[in-house]
């Protein structure tokens, strides 16, 4: 990490979540993607807008660029079974998620309930004619151990990889950083995944530079000139801008377009 620009080629993956949340944010990413800046984008199966996302997505071709934003935490579920336990849902049957987030344990009953909510939500995608090339998850639940062990699981039966704990920030105290080595150390064993580092456009803006395939996860908003910025940027700041300055050589790259292969330079090989 450094303050200053890298000369090196970075591959970088600039994922845009939320996508499907609603029409504002399904315009923010795709202008995102028009203008070069969003490589990746993950599906919230279970929003108002995810279906217009999907036909928006099939009609600029970019099915091999869209992922899964699992989604245990805010609207309706797509299974039932779900909305019967307390941690996860209120008595109105909507996601309402209570489990502490350093739980080591989940019970039968919970595991199989995020299980069959994990598999309509990514069975959702593949109807729409999209099968997501990498899961993630809204408001970060897949960070709870047990859950990460669940969706790491389940990606690896459908040969897709996870996205890590984020490990780069200057808010990340030393507990902190020991946790997300352990999450992270689990997701890559039960997901093969070539990410070494996954940080926000704010990091960037605070002048760290991690190096190698690194993710940076985006919530894009349009700014007033109509180009993409980003919920945790300032106002006016366009991810451009931090792009530029951040790596001024970065390759842009998706999950969909590229495979593990710990043999390969950087761990990765294009398909």
Avoid at 76 to 91: I, K, T, Y
Avoid at 188 to 196: E, G, L
Avoid at 236 to 255: C, E, F, I, M, N
Wanted: charged share 20%; with cysteine; net charge positive.
């Amino acid at each position: 990490m450094t303050d200053a620009a890298t000369d090196k080629p970075c591959l970088v993956i600039t994922n845009a979540d939320d996508f499907g949340l609603s029409e504002r944010e399904n315009a923010a990413i795709l202008a995102g993607f028009a203008e070069g800046v969003i490589s990746s984008a993950t599906l919230m199966a279970n929003m108002p807008a995810f279906e217009q996302a999907c036909q928006a997505a099939r009609q600029r071709g970019l099915a091999d660029r869209l992922g899964l934003h699992f989604n245990l935490s805010y609207g309706e579920p797509l299974s039932w079974s779900v909305r019967g336990v307390s941690a996860l849902c209120n008595v109105r049957g909507q996601f309402d998620f209570s489990l502490p987030r350093y739980s080591l344990y989940l019970s039968g009953q919970i595991s199989q309930a995020i299980r069959t909510e994990l598999e309509a939500q990514w069975q959702a995608c593949v109807e729409q004619g999209l099968r997501p090339t990498h899961i993630d998850s809204h408001q970060h639940v897949h960070n709870v151990l047990p859950i990460a062990a669940i969706v790491a699981s389940f990606a690896a039966g459908h040969g897709v990889p996870v996205r890590l704990a984020r490990n780069v920030g200057y808010n990340i105290h030393p507990g902190k950083a020991v946790f997300k080595y352990l999450l992270n150390r689990l997701i890559r064993r039960r997901s093969r995944t070539a990410i070494r580092y996954v940080c926000t456009p704010k990091d960037l803006l605070d002048g760290l530079r991690p190096q190698g395939v690194v993710e940076i996860i985006c919530h894009p908003e349009l700014c007033a000139d109509g180009q993409a910025g980003d919920a945790y940027l300032p106002a006016g700041k366009t991810l451009h801008q931090v792009l530029d300055v951040a790596y001024p050589y970065r390759q842009l790259v998706s999950y969909g377009s590229w495979i593990y292969n710990p043999n390969a330079t950087g761990g990765v090989e294009r398909k």
